[in-house]
């Protein structure tokens, strides 16, 4: 079994940076690609980066793209994501996702392709 827990979620003001992460416990040399996904009330969840766990280019949303980053330390189990210029519509819950497929898949903006959740946490960007 894996496990998921993220910190590091927090209110902070619009135009401020935080850092999430994650890490990553149990069958961990069976993860492979790593990600985060927001969900934000009354809207669904949302898919914001992805990470393959050897590396190489990730993949962001659109909407954060040139302001999130995420990383990963295979060494420590954890994946982060640095968010910067944060606006008030990144305000929801983020959730640290992780999947046993080799590949990052092309539908990696789904959730229905990641096996593995965190609880969440909650990022509060106020105007």
């Known amino acids: 079994q894996v496990q998921l827990v993220e910190s590091g979620g927090g209110l902070v003001p619009a135009g401020g940076s935080l850092m999430l992460s994650c890490l990553i416990s149990?069958?961990?040399?069976?993860?492979?690609?790593m990600g985060w996904f927001r969900q934000a009330p009354g809207k669904e969840r949302e898919f914001v980066a992805v990470?393959?766990?050897?590396?190489?280019?990730?993949y962001y949303a659109d909407s954060v793209k040139g302001r999130f980053t995420i990383s990963r330390d295979n060494a420590k189990n954890t994946v982060s994501l640095q968010m910067n210029s944060l606006k008030h519509e990144d305000t929801a819950v983020y959730y640290c996702?992780?999947?046993?497929?080799?590949?990052?898949?092309?539908?990696?903006?789904?959730?229905?392709?990641?096996?593995?959740w965190g609880q969440g946490t909650q990022v509060t960007v106020s105007s």
């Open positions: 149990g069958r961990t040399s069976s993860i492979w690609p």
């Open positions: 996702t992780a999947d046993r497929s080799l590949f990052i898949s092309s539908t990696y903006y789904s959730a229905h392709e990641y096996e593995y």
């Open positions: 990470i393959h766990r050897s590396g190489g280019v990730p």
